[in-house]
């Protein structure tokens, strides 16, 4: 079981927490997106034009997955097959310095934090399969507690509601986003992206639009953006590296809603998107 917090940390000592530590890593008083790359650094990008700065080499092999908790602590999860494989960390964002938690034993993990259970909740894949199993990480222990089967493997997000998301390719041109059940897997909502879109980086921002790194079939590599409320498909610019994971730390001013987001994450709103058909 994951391990519930007693209280959410205090707004107004988390909101002076993030003033004072948003020089280290950030030019911007607005929001930034964090992207991880496949050889292990860390980089600010610019949610409005795709620029990277601030690079910072964590040290670790690859960046499979990165994710913010309320609290503002950025976890990461390293790829399989190399050194400190399948293994959770924290990141001091500042520095790119990483903080090991514990061994997971989780291949090919993309995660999201899953404000709900208070923990990580991760889709990895097993071998030879192409499919995944949904798993909710302790971020104190690293124990992952497995649960629902997923067809296929594919990154995570999740929005301000808490609701989960996956992103994968359908064909040479269309991909999937698919709003998911965390107690069976069941796709329960589905949009249709026009661009082929294979194992990128997704990060939800408060306002329901996804950023995706989109590392392309053309040895480039573009940030994207789908708004789920209008259902279009944009191109915010080319990324300078091979962005493979994607957090999102919001303006000092959303993390109070953030932190007491509690109190409002059942699903509410009325999502807009094409229904898969259930057979």
Not at 3 to 32: E, Q, Y
Not at 89 to 97: C, E, K, R, Y
Not at 215 to 233: K, M, P, S, Y
């Amino acid at each position: 079981m994951a391990r519930r917090p007693n209280a959410c940390v205090s707004p107004l000592l988390f909101l002076g927490l993030i003033a004072l530590a948003a020089p280290a890593h950030t030019a911007s008083a607005g929001p930034v997106l964090i992207g991880g790359t496949s050889d292990g650094m860390l980089y600010d990008i610019d949610a409005a034009t795709g620029v990277m700065s601030n690079p910072r080499d964590t040290g670790l092999d690859e960046l499979s997955s990165l994710a913010f908790s309320p609290e503002g602590k950025l976890f990461a999860h390293t790829g399989f097959g190399r050194a400190e494989a399948n293994t959770l960390f924290f990141i001091d964002v500042g520095s790119g310095v990483p903080h090991r938690i514990a061994h997971t034993g989780l291949w090919l993990a993309d995660f999201a934090y899953d404000p709900l259970a208070q923990a990580l909740v991760a889709l990895a894949g097993r071998a030879g399969t192409g499919g995944g199993t949904l798993s909710h990480i302790d971020t104190q222990s690293g124990i992952a507690t497995p649960g629902a089967r997923v067809s296929p493997h594919a990154p995570l997000a999740s929005n301000r509601f808490g609701a989960a998301f996956s992103l994968h390719p359908l064909d040479s041109s269309t991909s999937e986003l698919g709003r998911l059940d965390l107690a069976t897997g069941a796709v329960l909502e589905a949009w249709i992206i026009p661009v082929s879109i294979e194992f990128p980086g997704i990060v939800f921002t408060e306002d329901d639009r996804l950023f995706i790194s989109d590392t392309g079939n053309d040895g480039a590599t573009w940030l994207r953006v789908f708004d789920l409320n209008t259902e279009t498909l944009a191109t915010v610019g080319p990324l300078g590296a091979d962005v493979v994971a994607l957090a999102y730390l919001p303006e000092p001013s959303t993390i109070a809603l953030l932190c007491s987001a509690g109190a409002i994450f059942p699903l509410t709103k009325n999502w807009r998107g094409r229904r898969r058909q259930t057979h």
